[in-house]
Structures are given as structure tokens and as C-alpha cells.
């Protein structure tokens, strides 16, 4: 136990995005491009100059045409600006359902999916996409050419992709900035800041307006007319966590949850959410109660305009609402939404108040439960770990099951707050919205393009700690580095080298989270606490 090992500590760019830094007269030509060519360079410090990011933070891609570059719902933080050629983005779900289709039939085998699957994957990008006219006639699609720019809106959100793009011309070339490269560029820049900003606020209002259920079969030039009449607002701030830490957990107050509108104020747009997530509370008695929450492509103000339009009375809201963290929203007006979209809206003769309420997320019942996810924001876990202290007996199969696949070290804590019977447990969440990844230097921990789950590749993580401060739950702990034979890893300054380590939901796992499947007493489950369904299930199977 008392050996050591002296190493050389991990860096910054030890790892370049493209395997070895570009050539420099690459990077010259890149710096030429209109994305970039507003920066100064001298507003970047001498360890972190603009040509070092742009020679080991970027990389040039190579597609043919039907190359699909992406999927609509996988995971990236990459920036892409096309260099030559050009790429289409499939704009509607039928387009999505249609390409499903086409390789449905193209592939008959299951083990010609999986050989498919792996061969993209081995290559770095997904299979060639076959009669890509047909696709491209029959449904809409956005074409952008060379200098553009997409990927922005994953990148500044850390959502899932919003649409499947696909390489339009034979030798198409793009360049890729990863998310670590954009933070810097957009923290020293204020050129490149406002640019980037600005397309993500444009192109955010008809994205939001698309991948919004309520208008999921509205033609997008009906959607484009309706975002030329909006606005786009944002409220609380991306990096949210540390405001959430110092103000603490319990009652919303302005800190950390900015009030966008109060009950009974009169309502002149009507909201969908765009990212983040956002409070629904009432009066009751002299202060307020939960009544559920808004998420991603819900809306408000619906109702609202629905009885107004019955009782011919004023459009007040029904609910106060706040921004949880951050929220990003549409602000259609109320004049836009009924000449343009509610004559396109199907059965909009029959529209009754009830299609706006399934839009309203844990809406219902107030209760204890309710305010113990929002207060907590375990609303943005979407694997959290709930353990049931009536079932369980303290036998730790779960934390040695743990440890067992994972070097000898678990990779939660059987310990966190606690609901009545119910313990979450402090173990990672793969969160929504992963604020864990914001100011990682090298990106070493990132999403699972596929799964969308966070984790952390240990031959990046240069032990900084800034996602273990970062993360809201206290789930990320650092780690002494050992090697095989136990030796501690010490660096260049003598002390001990630290790296990263969390829940990975044993994603090198095919039978799922070791945790869940050692327990004896069927008292752990890996669940996304909104999944309230899944959760009663669980806990009514127990009784």
C-alpha cells in the first residue's frame, strides 16, 4: 500500500480530436472562415491561444452523398460548419418514420442491423443512406451549403439531437469543433460568442416550434410564418448549478428559480418550452403549492386561450410559472396562434381544454412527492437510483456488485435525501441536462452518443474536479489513481494524480446496472423519478 508510481500527469490536449493536431496551414484556412474570422486572437491568454484550440479541438470530415452524419435523438456536442458540399436535415417525423422504414426493408437480418451498426460505429460514421432523392422529394427537408453552421443547438443545450442530417453532395467536407473548443472560443470571444448565440436564438424557434407534440403535423411553412411572428426568451442561467448549491435545496425563491409570470396576469403569448424545465404553482391558502411541472415542447397558455375563447373573458393565467434552473421558450402571440396555427391544428373545431392539460407534465394532485423531485431537481435524472428502506436490509450485495465491475471501486454511495420511505441514493442520474459536462477541459466526461448516458473516459479525465463541483447531487467523487499492482499514481508535483469516477449505468454491460441486479429483495430500482407510473408499479409490487 505505501508504493507509488510517478507519472506524468494527463493534459489539456494530450489527445487531439483528430488523433494528431492539424497541419498548420489547415488551421490557417480555418481561421479564414466567417464563423471564425471575427475572432482576435490577442484576446486569448498564452496558455490557451486560438491557434492551439483550433489545431486539437477540431477536425475535417469527409462524406459522400447519403452519408448520415447523425441521428435524431443520439447525443453529440459537436459544432459542424461545411467547408464544401452541403447537408439536408429531414424537418418532419414523417421523414423520420419513412427513412425507418427504408432501412427496415433494406436490411432484412437482424444480424445484418447489428454487422451495420458496428461497421458505423467502427468507422466513425453511420451507413450510406440508399435513394436519398426519393427521401428528399417526398419530404420536407433543410438544405444548408457551404458556411454553414449546424449542431449549435445541441451543443450550447446538451440535448439530444433534434433531426437526422445527412451528407447532400459526393465529397462533402466539414469541419467539427468539440463542445471543450466551442466553450473557450465562445468565454474569450465575444465575436464568436454572439454569433454562435445568435444562430442558436434563430434557429431555436422553429426548432422548438417543431419538436413541439401540440404541432408535431403542422407543414413547416406554416411553422415558418408562426416563427417570423415570435420571440424567444430565456430565463436563469445555463450553468444553474452553482446557484441552486448556494441558495440550497427547498422553497423556489428568486434565486435559483425565476418567476416568468404569476397567476392572474394577463397572458399575451403562449409559451412552448424549449429546453430546461419550468414550476406550475397556485395559490393556496396565503402561499403556494405545486400543481406539476413543464419540459421540453410543453406548452402554456393553451388553456388559458381555450376558455377565453369559450367565456369570451380575459386571458389571465391559471398558474404561476418559474424557471427551474433555465429555461428556454417560444413566445408565440396570442393573434398568431389563432389566425395561423389553430385553423393548420387537426380537429381544431372540436379543441377542448383537455389537449392542453396533457401538455402539463406531473400536473394533477399536489403532494409531498411532487415538491421533493422539483426542490431537489431529481425531475432531471433520468436513471436515478431509489431505494426502498422497507425492503432493504443493509446487506450491500448492491455496493459490492458494484465494485465488482468496477475495479474494486463502487461507484455510488448507498446515502442521500430521503422521501418518506424512499432513499436517492447518491449515485449518477445521466441527467437531461447534464451540467456536469459544461466545463470539462477535455471532454473526457460526455454522453454516450447512443444511449445517452454520461461517462467518463479515464484516459482523458485529467482530474481537475470541475464536473464534481459542477454536479448538483454530489454523484462525482474523486478518486486516487492506483495501478494494477496498487502502487498510487504521483505526479510531476508530488502529489497524489485524482481522476474522475461515477455511475456509468454499467454501460459495458449487456445485462444492465450491476446494482439493481444483485439486490435480493427486489428494493433497488434505476428509474426516471417523472416515470411516476414505472415508480408506483415498483413500489405497489413490493407491498
Not at 402554456?300 to 389571465?316: A, I, Y
Not at 448507498?414 to 477535455?442: E, Q, S, W, Y
Not at 489513481?481 to 508530488?494: K, L, P, Q, W, Y
Request: one cysteine or more; hydrophobic letters at 35%.
Amino acid at each position: 500500500m505505501g508504493q507509488v508510481q510517478l507519472v506524468r500527469r494527463p493534459r489539456r490536449w494530450d489527445q487531439p480530436l483528430a488523433g494528431d493536431p492539424l497541419r498548420q496551414d489547415l488551421v490557417d484556412q480555418i481561421l479564414c472562415l466567417p464563423v471564425l474570422s471575427g475572432i482576435d486572437a490577442r484576446d486569448f491568454p498564452d496558455d490557451l491561444s486560438l491557434r492551439d484550440i483550433i489545431t486539437n479541438d477540431s477536425r475535417i470530415l469527409k462524406f459522400t452523398r447519403g452519408d448520415i452524419l447523425y441521428r435524431k435523438g443520439s447525443f453529440g456536442t459537436s459544432l459542424y460548419t461545411i467547408l464544401s458540399g452541403s447537408v439536408r436535415g429531414l424537418l418532419t417525423s414523417e421523414g423520420e418514420d419513412a427513412l425507418k422504414r427504408h432501412e427496415a426493408t433494406t436490411w432484412k437480418s437482424p444480424l445484418h442491423n447489428w454487422f451495420r451498426r458496428s461497421s458505423a460505429k467502427a468507422g466513425g460514421t453511420e451507413p450510406r443512406l440508399n435513394k436519398t432523392d426519393r427521401l428528399v422529394a417526398k419530404y420536407p427537408t433543410l438544405q444548408l451549403g457551404s458556411n454553414g453552421i449546424f449542431g449549435e443547438l445541441e451543443a450550447l443545450t446538451r440535448s439530444a439531437r433534434t433531426a437526422t442530417v445527412f451528407a447532400d453532395t459526393d465529397n462533402t467536407l466539414l469541419l467539427e469543433i468539440r463542445w471543450p473548443g466551442i466553450r473557450d472560443l465562445r468565454h474569450w470571444s465575444d465575436a464568436f460568442r454572439n454569433y454562435v448565440d445568435g444562430l442558436y436564438r434563430q434557429r431555436a424557434l422553429e426548432n422548438g416550434l417543431r419538436q413541439c407534440p401540440l404541432f408535431d403535423r403542422i407543414d413547416p411553412e406554416t411553422l415558418k410564418i408562426v416563427a417570423e411572428s415570435s420571440h424567444f426568451k430565456s430565463f436563469g442561467r445555463f450553468g444553474w448549478t452553482h446557484d441552486f448549491k448556494r441558495a440550497g435545496n427547498g422553497a423556489p425563491d428568486a434565486g435559483h428559480e425565476p418567476v416568468i409570470l404569476e397567476q392572474g396576469d394577463y397572458l399575451d403569448d403562449v409559451l412552448v418550452i424549449g429546453a430546461g424545465f419550468a414550476r406550475l404553482s397556485e395559490t393556496f391558502n396565503r402561499g403556494e403549492q405545486t400543481v406539476g411541472y413543464l419540459e421540453r415542447g410543453a406548452v402554456f397558455g393553451l388553456t388559458e386561450f381555450l376558455q377565453s375563447r369559450r367565456n369570451k373573458s380575459p386571458r389571465c393565467a391559471l398558474h404561476s410559472l418559474r424557471a427551474i434552473g433555465y429555461l428556454d421558450a417560444i413566445a408565440i402571440p396570442m393573434k398568431v396562434f389563432e389566425a395561423v396555427l389553430l385553423p393548420a391544428l387537426p380537429h381544431a373545431g372540436r379543441f377542448r381544454p383537455s389537449i392542453a392539460e396533457q401538455c402539463l407534465n406531473g400536473a394533477g394532485t399536489p403532494g409531498p412527492m411532487l415538491d421533493f423531485s422539483l426542490d431537489n431537481r431529481f425531475i432531471n435524472g433520468t436513471r436515478a437510483m431509489v431505494i426502498d428502506r422497507d425492503r432493504c436490509v443493509n446487506c450491500d450485495d448492491c455496493v459490492r456488485a458494484c465494485a465488482a465491475t468496477h475495479d474494486n471501486i463502487p461507484r455510488f454511495v448507498r446515502h442521500g435525501p430521503t422521501h418518506n420511505n424512499l432513499i436517492i441514493a447518491n449515485a449518477c442520474m445521466h441527467c437531461i441536462d447534464p451540467v456536469c459536462l459544461i466545463d470539462c477541459p477535455t471532454g473526457a466526461i460526455h454522453r454516450n452518443s447512443d444511449t445517452g448516458s454520461v461517462v467518463i473516459d479515464d484516459a482523458t479525465c485529467v482530474g481537475c474536479g470541475t464536473c464534481s463541483a459542477a454536479c448538483p447531487y454530489g454523484n462525482i467523487q474523486m478518486e486516487e489513481v492506483r495501478n494494477s499492482d496498487g502502487a498510487f499514481h504521483i505526479g510531476e508535483d508530488g502529489a497524489h494524480v485524482l481522476r474522475a469516477t461515477k455511475c456509468d449505468f454499467c454501460v459495458t454491460q449487456s445485462g444492465g446496472p450491476a446494482c439493481q441486479r444483485a439486490c435480493p429483495h427486489d428494493a433497488l430500482i434505476r428509474v426516471d423519478i417523472k416515470d411516476s407510473r414505472t415508480l408506483a408499479d415498483w413500489l405497489k409490487h413490493a407491498r
